[in-house]
């Protein structure tokens, strides 16, 4: 999994997953850019689907000419962070609840290392949300 996250590239031209569509399923055609290359996915406009083209996509029904390991490999990399985010939660809800107030001393460090510790799952819910986005190469499927 490691050597998944150390090639995860999501935006670039070379890794985007050719998928075939038809035209009139997108809703925001203004969204299609000739290259991602060089732009971060979070920066890059979404594609959204007409009601008609998730009802005909729901059926696994998009086709995919390419991407599907990276797909799967993808499902697996973000359920995991999924997985260990909601771990982390749970231990910062418990460090939360043992919470102790400022020391004598004019120190806080234990709410400081919760403040640590929210931070790194806060990092951890940005990377969830950028890797479960793929640049994709469209093709009309025609009539």
């Not at 996250?5 to 299609?32: H, Q, R, Y």
């Not at 009601?51 to 973000?78: C, F, P």
């Not at 939360?96 to 929210?118: C, H, I, V, Y």
């Amino acid at each position: 999994m490691e050597g998944f996250k150390e090639s995860l590239d999501n935006s670039t031209d070379g890794t985007a997953i050719d998928i075939v569509i038809k035209k009139e399923w997108i809703k925001n055609p203004s969204a299609i850019v000739p290259t991602v290359e060089g732009a971060s996915i979070l920066s890059v406009e979404r594609i959204e689907f007409t009601d008609k083209g998730k009802e005909v996509i729901l059926d696994n029904n998009l086709w995919m000419l390419s991407g599907n390991h990276w797909r799967a490999t993808l499902l697996q990399y973000v359920v995991t962070k999924e997985k260990q985010l909601e771990d982390m939660k749970k231990v910062a809800a418990k460090m939360e609840a043992s919470e102790k107030p400022e020391e004598e001393d004019g120190t806080d460090e234990g709410n400081q290392e919760l403040d640590r510790f929210n931070k790194v799952c806060k990092r951890m819910e940005e990377e969830i949300e950028a890797s479960s986005m793929w640049a994709v190469r469209l093709y009309n499927r025609g009539v």
